[in-house]
């Protein structure tokens, strides 16, 4: 971060230590987390409130600080996102963390993985997270997760540049790999609900091969939930409305924060913050010491050198 004077510099450090009284995370940890939005081009105001914003999310979806914060520095240049938008989508992922069996860690490392892509895709931010909260919550690690909907993402917005047995695999289904395309800029969850759906109406033995002929071999995130579109269609219902997710993830701060390891941790920043003031006030007598020291130490370096048998006989009698 390129501080526009050194009291500026100085500011910042003094509210990264107010932070730290607040916020279970060490004051180097929230130095770091400021480090990465700067990289991001997050300045100004905005760096105060993307630190402490990103270290409250780190504490609730129990990740580091350096974890949390190139996660959402990631997020919001990736996605275009502002600080508020990235802490709702921080909501979303909480909630659903909340609701099924898959963690907002996870569901984070999906979305900082093919956040992007999914955009071009048609799907929303939180969309992504919620079909990786299904696909978790079915079974999947998040890298698979993570494949299984690039793959999925790109098979159905393809199109023209499908290939000939993506084309067969669609006309099987009843479908055409343009339109297909077409309406995926349009309503990419429901046309994605409804190519899963012709897929699960196949006969049991039909549908392995179909998904791999269309998705290819390395989703295989997509077979749990071809079985169980009900909790694809359920976890999508729980990012539809921002009201119902709004506020999760501080309020999952607020109660991780009340914990004895938070408290300690606190208190060791408190202890961490009295130590650095001491030792900036220190800084310039020390300096002055060393430079009226090093020549002196330099001088009995030399004579130990140049006579090495007395060195040896004092060091020896002491």
Not at 126 to 136: L, R
Request: charged share 15%; proline share 3%.
């Amino acid at each position: 971060v390129d501080f526009p004077t050194p009291e500026a510099f100085e500011a910042f450090q003094n509210e990264l230590f107010r932070l730290s009284r607040e916020i279970p995370f060490a004051s180097n940890g929230l130095a770091e987390i400021a480090a990465a939005a700067g990289q991001a081009g997050i300045a100004g105001a905005d760096l105060t409130r993307f630190t402490a914003a990103a270290a409250k999310i780190g504490v609730a979806f129990d990740i580091s600080s350096e974890q949390s914060g190139t996660a959402m520095a990631n997020m919001m240049t990736a996605l275009g996102l502002s600080v508020d938008e990235a802490i709702l989508l921080a909501d979303a992922m909480n909630h659903l963390s909340n609701s099924q069996a898959s963690s907002a860690a996870d569901i984070l490392s999906v979305v900082q993985s093919v956040g992007a892509q999914a955009t071009m895709f048609g799907f929303t931010a939180e969309q992504t997270s919620a079909f990786a909260s299904a696909m978790i919550a079915a079974g999947a690690q998040s890298d698979v997760a993570a494949t299984s909907f690039r793959n999925m993402g790109g098979a159905l917005t393809r199109g023209a540049a499908a290939t000939g047995a993506q084309r067969e695999a669609f006309e099987q289904l009843g479908l055409d790999a343009e339109a297909v395309a077409r309406k995926m800029q349009e309503d990419a969850v429901g046309t994605t609900v409804d190519v899963l759906r012709r897929i699960s109406q196949l006969p049991k033995e039909q549908q392995a091969a179909l998904s791999s002929q269309l998705f290819g071999n390395e989703a295989r995130a997509l077979g749990p939930l071809l079985t169980n579109l009900g909790l694809v269609e359920e976890t999508l219902g729980m990012v539809g409305d921002r009201a119902h997710y709004a506020g999760s993830a501080f309020a999952e701060f607020e109660a991780r924060n009340n914990t004895f390891q938070a408290n300690m941790q606190r208190f060791q920043n408190v202890l961490t913050e009295l130590q650095v003031t001491i030792g900036n006030a220190l800084m310039p007598a020390i300096t002055l010491l060393a430079e009226a020291v090093t020549p002196l130490i330099l001088r009995i370096s030399e004579l130990a050198a140049a006579y090495p048998e007395v060195t040896l006989a004092v060091v020896g009698a002491t």
